[in-house]
């Protein structure tokens, strides 16, 4: 039997102009995925048109096949590489991207964010990325396109690319990869480029067969919502759809909101064949549990090491369509997989014109087509994940009356002021400051230190590796001797948290919570740092154990600055 292929979904932003249709055109063209005779074609009505040919006309010939009945998605174009198979987003207005968003049709599980290098970083470019960190998509490249305008600059190329990241890490968007191109005349597209020999990483064809797919629904943690309890002679079934891992005969559970935790007694069954001792994603079951609790629809069923979120407020970022806006303190009803509770929009930080993209602080209200960052307040406490780990039970929709009038995505729960950024999953967390930038400011005649923006890292998300006086390699390992932790950096992406007497030193680079090098290079010397440390005197010792054992410049520059407004961020969202 022939073996799936694989497919990962890919949407692609950019500013109007800046060249988006051609780089799809031209990745449609060099894969080889067009119709039959559409190259010919468009080649010959740009002649009769007296136009040169532009691979971003490719598109127009998918919509003319679309006309003639052939199955083809204009706002979802497929290619593929010898890796796997890929679906392109390209949805044609904002209007049409969020309305896709709620639908569910736009997952994209990648992005690319297109840049013009003549025109540089635009307005749109900006509301563009603030989409992406909008639908909490971790893998990004930024494209930056008509490189052949600026003689394939690359002092504008990284004028660009800093300008962009000051931006974006503000978004908690981090880039993997900035790559230079000329979609028109294929430069950097499916070969590296002899223009531009100063690049050394993968042209775009290869370069995103390197995005790693997400987990499939299966190889998540357990979410079993329960959608009914039916009573069978002395039997008590729990009936639903298993939204996302594995569930087997004799598993401890627990179910949530209530915290109530028992295991599974069976898997029920109508007929011998379809009789199982294990069920997972996708599938819809029946199960008994060895103690009767009083169960009911909406609860979740999890396993007890990977329980979800439970709170009865949240942060949202709320898509809306409604015929009415939707305004803050009305009541309405909130539905999330089988769950049903009445809400209210408790706070509207910020709205987002679907038109315009234009930003609207403190509003009192959301409406048709607009985007919000809300927090909301549901009547009893929910079961849910956020959406990035989870998009099933990170995702719900908002009725009002009777219509199913919005959509959101939940991006995480209210918490109090947050001073440091951290990475953390269930083995624990470690707090650290490895992205703060220094600057020396001249009119001060000082050092500076200007913190990064406050973030939650868990497992598969996307860092900051390169800032403006900061680069770290793409694999590397952060040592917290004081929580006993170490958090492992594979490719740009949070992998785990192990603790400090699993660790084994590994060859790559290793860092402390501050971002120094820590001057180790074999399980021997890792074991002596570890053994001085404990020995340290309430800390007495400790600037005589960190000249040892650390390297501060490493991975670190000092930038020097005129003045403090030189490096004060632009705006936070």
Not at 68 to 78: A, K, S, W
Not at 137 to 161: A, H, R
Not at 420 to 434: L, P, Q, T
Not at 560 to 573: A, D, H, M, P, Q
């Amino acid at each position: 039997m022939e073996d799936v292929r694989e497919t990962l979904r890919i949407v692609v932003v950019g500013h109007v102009d800046h060249g988006k249709s051609t780089v799809i055109g031209r990745l449609l063209y060099d894969t080889k995925s067009l119709p039959e005779g559409a190259i010919e074609r468009v080649k010959r009505i740009s002649k009769e048109k007296g136009k040169l040919f532009e691979y971003a006309y490719l598109l127009d010939a998918f919509e003319e096949e679309q006309k003639q009945g052939i199955t083809i998605d204009t706002t979802q174009l497929q290619f593929h590489t010898p890796k796997r198979d890929y679906v392109i987003i390209d949805a044609p207005g904002h209007k049409e991207f969020l309305k896709n968003m709620i639908s569910g049709a736009a997952n994209a599980e990648a992005a690319l964010l297109i840049i013009d290098a003549n025109e540089g970083i635009q307005e749109q470019s900006k509301r563009h990325g603030y989409i992406l960190s909008l639908l909490g998509i971790k893998s990004v490249y930024v494209v930056v396109n008509k490189m052949d305008l600026i003689d394939y600059s690359e002092t504008k190329f990284n004028e660009i690319k800093h300008n962009m990241n000051e931006f974006l890490h503000n978004l908690h968007v981090y880039p993997l990869k900035y790559i230079p191109i000329s979609a028109f005349y294929g430069e950097n597209m499916t070969e590296r480029s002899k223009q531009m020999p100063w690049y050394q990483g993968e042209p775009v064809l290869n370069a995103i067969d390197l995005f790693e797919k997400e987990k499939g629904l299966t190889d998540k943690p357990l979410r079993f919502p329960i959608q009914d309890v039916y009573k069978f002679d002395h039997r008590r079934i729990i009936a639903g759809r298993i939204e996302s891992g594995t569930l087997e005969v004799g598993d401890e559970i627990l179910i949530t909101p209530g915290n109530k935790v028992t295991k599974v007694k069976t898997i029920e069954y109508w007929v011998d064949k379809d009789q199982k001792d294990a069920v997972s994603a996708g599938m819809s079951v029946g199960i008994t549990l060895e103690h009767e609790f009083f169960n009911k629809r909406g609860e979740v069923i999890t396993h007890t090491n990977s329980s979800p979120l439970v709170s009865d407020t949240f942060k949202a970022n709320l898509f809306w369509m409604g015929r009415n806006p939707i305004v803050k303190g009305n009541k309405y009803k909130l539905k999330l997989v089988t769950q049903e509770v009445e809400c209210e929009i408790l706070l509207i930080d910020k709205v987002i014109d679907a038109t315009t993209l234009a930003a609207l602080e403190g509003a009192s209200e959301v409406k048709t087509n607009d985007v919000a960052e809300v927090t909301i307040k549901t009547k009893q406490e929910l079961s849910f994940d956020e959406f990035k780990n989870n998009q099933n039970t990170g995702r719900f929709v908002v009725v009002d009356g009777y219509d199913v009038s919005g959509g959101g995505i939940i991006s995480g729960l209210v918490k109090g002021a947050q001073t440091a950024s951290k990475f953390a999953d269930e083995n624990g967390e470690v707090v650290i400051n490895i992205f703060d930038e220094y600057f020396y400011v001249l009119a001060q005649g000082g050092l500076n230190k200007l913190g990064a923006r406050p973030a939650n890292f868990s497992a598969g998300d996307a860092l900051p590796i390169a800032g403006e006086t900061y680069s770290y390699p793409e694999d590397f390992d952060v040592i917290d001797l004081k929580s006993k932790l170490v958090v492992k950096i594979r490719k740009a992406k949070l992998e785990r948290l192990v603790g400090l007497n699993d660790y084994s030193y590994g060859s790559v680079p290793v860092i402390d919570t501050d971002g120094a090098y820590i001057k180790i290079e074999s399980n021997q010397d890792f074991e002596k740092l570890v053994s001085e440390f404990s020995e340290l005197d309430n800390g007495k010792k400790l600037a005589a154990f960190s000249n040892k054992w650390l390297d501060f410049i490493r991975f670190k520059r000092i930038v020097y600055k005129n003045s403090l407004s030189n490096v004060e961020i632009e705006y936070y969202i």
